[in-house]
């Protein structure tokens, strides 16, 4: 195949202008294309009086390519292989069903593969099914009754199910592909397939994980939802089982093979495995708030006078502030048309996250402004330091929010000028249990609001009006990624072989694609492991 970039075209333009511009610029008609695919589609919004639609495209036709991409830049035109996801070769022979903990998309994709190759894997969520689940959070949201199990963070498709479900990612990966054709196949959008900014929406993203599992299921898997893990068997570095518990009741299960897919908030497993003598370390992590604009604002500076143009899709924006000398703040999981949303997962207290639905039309834009916490700045190393510190804060937030699950909120405004907010202005906040506006700072600690007052300040200058007075911070946002890294070798397994720490949870991932991707890795591994501990 031979892919173009650069192919540009109006707003609106049909796919057969695209082919027809992509046949010209190798100089052959469009009816000689023996194949033609949209790889991405971005768009040009540089020139606010002439955005365009940007495409790359894989073409095919007979004659040389190699020859036709010698006559262009290797960044414009080049030749390239197809892609075909294969599994590897089965070389697990052992008379145990392998185990997968956690069901969020590393362990979705784990699950997949090793059913796939006939291994009849047991899946357990501590969370329930997803139909199950959006009740739970729903009543969380109206009634402030949480449930620690089955919220948020947790149950079916993992803390992905409620966000945006961005599919951007920055590893390079091919198996990164599969991942997509996977969520293709069951039910994600087709755009996904060729967007240069994909995303599912919580409300499609729903359903596509419940075709997931139907299809495990079909292929001989199972999933026990309601199942927290509760303690690893082992005996002489080896995994000889788990306990779990279920119903109330704890269950023993025999197994050697363990796919640890957790999430970045399961803090009570983090603690069981540190005390079982799993080596972990701590791990860079970000803190930082929600802000929320109007949606139509975000357009305007991203748009300009087409900001309501019917074909353009939400406005987005992705921003940094990296000072010679100091911290940075960045923007993170922007949710266009979207909700700031309660996710906490521990009684007593609160975190926030951003959610978006597939058409994302919501009245207001949001985002995370987030600053990096390192290793270095705990003055110990022990691995569980970064939970008690967003334990600490979501304590704060709690407490500054009323104890009944509202957050805590500040004004843009306010906040610049360091006073607390006693009300909020035209900024309507959208957090499901409610706000209660005051100041951030006394939830966040200094390094983190210091920076996030310098990123302001900065963001208001790429663009104009985002540090506007009556934006509305929300706090905290604490859970963008795992503070804890469970460490494995080349294998992928821990010091207790095994066990194979999986995805975001276990520090080896930090998105949907990317936690997708260690899934797939993992079954790999597990698929390629001929040694088998407990063989006939």
Known sequence: MLRIHEIKAPIGADIERVRQAAAQMVGICAADLTDFEIVKESVDSRKKNNIRMVYTVDINFDGDLEAVARRFPSNQCAVVETYEYSLPENRRHSKFRP???????????????????????IVLERGNDVDARQADVKRFWAERVLDTNSNVQFGEGGAGTFSDGKLTTGIKDPRVREVFEVFLRHGAPPEIKYSARPHIGTDKLCAMVKNMRMEILRMGGEVRFGARFQRLIAANEFVHGLSYVQGGRIHDLETDCVALCIGHSARDTFEMLYQSGVKMAQKAFSVGTRIEHPQEFINRSQYGRLWNHPLLPAADYKLSNHPIHGRGGYTFCMCPGGYVVTASSEEGMVVVNGMSEYARDGENANSAILVGIEPDYFADGHPLTGIAFQR??????????????AAPAQTVGDFLKNIPSRRLGAVNPTCPTGVVPGDIRTVLPPVV????????RN???????????DAVLTAPESRSSSPVRILRDEFFQSNVRGLYPCGEGAGYAGGIVSAATDGIRVAEAILGDEDGYFND
Not at 392 to 405: K, T
Not at 459 to 469: E, L
């Open 99 to 121: 185990v997968v903990v956690g069901f969020g998309p590393a362990g979705m994709l784990c699950a997949y593969l090793l059913a796939k190759a006939g291994h009849n894997p």
């Open 449 to 456: 609001t210091d920076t996030i007052q310098k990123a302001l």
């Open 459 to 469: 963001f208001d200058t790429k663009i104009q009006g985002f540090a506007m007075a």
């Open 392 to 405: 600490e804060i979501e304590r704060a937030a709690f407490a500054a929010g009323g104890q009944s699950y």
